[in-house]
């Protein structure tokens, strides 16, 4: 350990006087919050923003391939698009807008035709079923509808409902289909829960009076749903442009750009936190070195540079960062494991019974990096103040 060092380590754990050393305390406490609490929130928003990806990929394709006037002969492109690497399955369905009818009520839903046996390979359905079984969704009277939806109307499995599908009849009119729920499921997003109903591929295409060989789109599961963008171009390249190629980014972009922006508004906002927190810094560095303005008035005189003795005092207040930081570090930790193990959360609601802390090795990276910054910054005056004394003003009352 070099003298520089050493001077500073003996200023901090051995100031004269109880204020400052309380001044050393506090200002360790408010940095260790300050990233403590950074720490906790960017994990939870994280948490949150993962479990609700999981749930969007778990319930829609990774790409949703579309054409004006629906796919024709739809099997023979599945068998194209499997053909490409990196893809995992592929399923057609069909989509279009329905009115369920309840007691003089009507509400108006989403309605999605799937194959079941081909669905399992892009989708998570089945996994979210809380009562029923998908393969009981037959092509005759089958319908799954979610756990909201159910709770609105006081649905139970195996009860009756009506959808009226607008402008499928004859002349324009609208159709009344009588569908058994066959299940309910639960994905704990409540526009998904609340607004969409599953019914058979052919069941679909009775309502919506297509073709038996007609489907308005094919789902694509891909092997890595994060490099969809790449499979995306290159079923562009294969099908060409009368296609419409969208993928579970694209179609839930708005969303995860919000996510994202509330997750660095609240790092801001926190790191505001810190930033306080190293004002305290500051002052106990100001304290300091108007404490030992004797002492640096010796080591000035015996020939210690000024850069030594400013590296002296931004040392002492990066000692006090540090610290602060590597407690708001394991504190931060520490309080992710508890949130994660130990708080429950409204399963109605979330869909999960705990809060889904997911500590990321980048985000704590920038973190300590940003609480080490401030409080280097925090260290520029005090030091330059010391550096800049004169050896005779100094000494001139010892």
Do not use: C
Not at 351 to 376: K, R
């Amino acid at each position: 350990m070099n003298y520089e060092n050493w001077i500073s380590y003996r200023y901090l754990i051995a100031s004269k006087g109880r204020f400052l050393t309380f001044l050393n305390v506090i200002s360790i406490a408010g940095v260790a919050i300050g990233v403590a609490a950074l720490i906790v929130v960017t994990g939870v928003m994280t948490g949150f923003g993962n479990n609700l990806r999981e749930k969007i990929i778990g319930t829609t394709p990774h790409i949703m391939i579309e054409k004006e006037g629906g796919i024709r002969d739809f099997d023979d492109l599945r068998k194209k698009v499997n053909t490409i690497d990196g893809v995992k399955g592929s399923s057609p369905y069909i989509q279009g807008n329905v009115f369920l009818e309840s007691a003089s009520q009507a509400l108006g839903l989403i309605l999605r035709g799937i194959v079941p046996e081909t669905e399992r390979e892009i989708t998570d359905v089945d996994k979210y079923l809380t009562e029923g079984n998908l393969n009981q969704l037959t092509a005759q009277d089958g319908i799954i509808i979610g756990s909201e939806l159910a709770r609105y109307f006081g649905y139970a499995l195996g009860d009756t409902v009506t959808l009226i599908a607008p402008g499928s009849g004859i002349a324009g009119k609208g159709w009344r289909f009588n569908l058994k729920i066959a299940g309910i499921f639960t994905t704990g997003m409540v526009d998904y829960d609340t607004n969409l109903v599953i019914v058979h591929l052919k069941k679909a295409q009775e309502i919506f009076y297509l073709a038996g060989n007609t489907a308005t789109g094919i789902g694509v599961e891909v092997h890595n749903a994060h490099k969809v963008k790449m499979i995306r171009d290159a079923l562009h390249g294969l099908m060409g442009y009368g296609f419409t190629i969208k993928t579970w980014i694209d179609m839930n972009r708005n969303l995860f750009d919000a996510l994202i922006l509330e997750k660095w508004g609240l790092f801001i906002v926190l790191t505001l936190m810190v930033t306080v927190a190293s004002f305290n810094i500051i002052s106990t560095l100001i304290v300091s070195v108007t404490s030992k303005i004797h002492d640096i008035g010796i080591l000035q005189s015996i020939g210690v540079p000024k850069s030594s003795i400013r590296r002296i005092f931004t040392k002492q207040g990066l000692f006090i960062g540090s610290l602060g930081t590597f407690l708001g570090v394991a504190g931060g930790v520490g309080l992710s494991f508890l949130l994660r193990t130990y708080v429950k959360v409204p399963k109605e609601i979330y869909s999960i019974d705990h809060v889904p802390v997911d500590l990321q090795l980048s985000d704590m990276v920038i973190i300590v990096a940003a609480a080490l910054a401030i409080s280097y910054v925090a260290t520029i005056y005090p030091a330059f103040k010391a550096a800049n004394l004169q050896p005779v003003e100094a000494l001139r009352y010892e």
